[in-house]
């Protein structure tokens, strides 16, 4: 059977078979995508059958036709959540041109899931002229919208972004001001680290332990203050995360508030006090540490060991 042939036979399936054979024909079609296929799909795309529409949506994407980027943007309002998931998993991997236009006019789109995943799909392309519309994104009513923007603005790593972005840490979402954490990687400014300490204070644990992680990144021994106050935290991962940015900032003065990490109850924090010790160079501390070589731990064990091989060849650090 030849290949027109077949693709008839396809195409029949698709337009008067019942779902069973649709979603069958479907399959088959998968297994010889060809210019010769885009027509039957952008018609399965419109089926009245939600599983129908999936399959469609995610060979169109397989396709990579800039003709049937149309028919995967208007999936992202499909009434079937699964139908959405694929066109979003589709957006999401495109990086035609043809889609940025498309996607840029669902951003009033009436529907807060709808923004969101246009948002999604248009941060992969990092066009620069994207810039303007996320930004006015970033007071969308919907949290998932502003998260959205803001990863995509972190995407375009615009200088101009930064201001903006500096003004989401304070977020009333704690999943947004994290968002704006992460974003604000590439921003060194006294600013964004401004933003970043009065986080170290957020009533979200997550919000603190990223903020922590940024501080790190900057090598700012400003903050060392800040996060030798969370040494003490109700959680555990904030603990961790200050001691590793204590050891990263080379804050030695904060050395000796290490200390009673050394016999935290939990593992990581344990393992990372012992690192940022070494890193301060904090011989005062060896005594602690060898004690550390009886941990129940193998992981502390080995942080143990290495920080003292360090801080054996080192001078005492003040304390």
Known sequence: MSTDTEM?????????????????????????????????????????????????????????????????????????????????????????????????????????????????????????????????????????????????????????????????????????????????????????RLGLLELLEDGDWRVRADASKQLARHGDKAAAAGLAGLLGDAEWQVRKEAAVALGDVLAVEHAPKLLPLLDDSVPDVRRAAATALAALRATFASDRLQRLLQDPDSEVIKAARRALVTLSSSQRAPH
């Open 8 to 192: 008839l036979r396809l195409s029949e399936l698709l337009r008067t078979g019942d779902v069973a054979s649709r979603q069958l024909a479907l399959t088959e079609l998968a297994d010889s995508l060809d210019e010769g296929a885009l027509e039957p799909l952008l018609a399965a795309a419109r089926d009245v059958d939600p599983t129908v529409r999936e399959l469609a949506i995610g060979l169109l994407d397989e396709l990579g036709d800039p003709r049937g980027i149309g028919a995967i943007v208007t999936a992202l309002g499909d009434e079937s959540e699964r139908v959405r998931q694929a066109a979003t998993a589709a957006v999401r991997d495109n990086r035609l041109p043809e889609a940025v236009d498309l996607l840029l006019a669902n951003l009033t789109h009436a529907r807060a899931d709808v923004r969101a995943a246009s948002v999604a799909g248009l941060r992969e392309h990092r066009a620069p002229h994207t810039e303007l519309p996320l930004l006015s994104l970033l007071h969308d009513d919907a949290a998932e919208v502003r998260g959205q923007a803001v990863v995509a603005l972190g995407y375009l790593r615009s200088e101009g972004s930064i201001p903006a972005l500096r003004e989401r840490l304070r977020d009333r979402d704690p999943v947004v001001r994290r968002l704006a954490i992460g974003a604000l990687d590439y921003a060194r400014t006294h600013e964004v």
